[in-house]
């Protein structure tokens, strides 16, 4: 199982500011995931990466996969309280099947 | 809602006692995966299944965890004799093939607690 580290494990900021949260590995992906996850509900898939160097945009939501697909960086913009929630990431091996989760970063937004 | 389904989402046992919990694919999907998650940690893979095999299911326990997925009817995830360790949020996944790319699927999860 290859490891996948997140940071920071919590966040908290006012509704308005600017966030980012890392996703970081020693191991290399094919492709890397992000998910959103409510309380009580189960993961919601955000965007996935493929491509070293690549960069999507979701309204306000950038996702960053490093050059050498090893990292990756989630990026919210003016965030929102409906932006409230556990951020994971998942990076997939090439030759594999299974999914490996970090940990998570709980991210509140305050009114 | 063709969503992946779980059931039951709460479900509260002593020790010693059975869980059975189930997951119902998404239409067409014959891939099914189920995942582990405790507090503040990531999900964890437990076992992979098709349509009456199984596929990997090697972040399983070797004791008292069992899963299928039967020609009909749901996954089902069978923990025997449980223990408090075994109180944590069961998610079953699904997909239409083999899981690439963002083609995995989420239930809404199934949250074991044991007395």
């Known amino acids: 199982t290859q490891l996948l580290e997140q940071s920071p494990q919590f966040l908290s900021i006012q509704e308005g500011e600017n966030l980012t949260v890392y996703c970081n590995s020693s191991?290399?992906?094919?492709?890397l995931q992000w998910y959103r996850q409510e309380p009580g509900e189960g993961p919601v898939l955000l965007v996935t990466?493929?491509?070293?160097?690549e960069v999507k945009k979701l309204k306000r939501l950038t996702f960053q996969f490093g050059d050498a697909r090893k990292d990756s960086s989630l990026h919210i913009t003016a965030a929102q309280t409906g932006d409230t929630g556990l951020y994971l990431c998942?990076?997939?091996?090439?030759?594999?099947?299974?999914?490996?989760f970090g940990a998570g970063t709980t991210v509140t937004v305050r009114a | 809602n063709a969503g992946v389904m779980q059931n039951p989402r709460h479900l509260v046992r002593r020790r010693g006692q059975e869980a059975r919990l189930r997951c119902s694919p998404m239409?067409?999907?014959?891939?099914v995966y189920w995942y582990r998650q405790l507090p503040e940690e990531g999900l964890k893979f437990m076992v992979y299944?098709?349509?009456?095999?199984?596929?990997?299911e090697s972040g399983m326990p070797k004791e008292r965890f069992s899963a299928e997925f039967p020609k009909e009817g749901p996954s089902i995830l069978r923990i025997q004799q449980v223990v408090r360790g075994d109180s944590a949020a069961y998610f079953c996944?699904?997909?239409?093939?083999?899981?690439?790319?963002?083609?995995?699927?989420f239930g809404e999860g199934s949250r074991l607690t044991v007395l």
């Open positions: 191991s290399v992906f094919s492709s």
């Open positions: 239409k067409g999907h014959s891939h």
């Open positions: 998942a990076g997939e091996d090439t030759n594999d099947y299974k999914l490996s």
């Open positions: 299944l098709q349509k009456e095999n199984i596929i990997d």
């Open positions: 996944a699904s997909s239409l093939g083999i899981q690439r790319t963002g083609e995995l699927f």
């Open positions: 990466v493929v491509t070293g160097g």
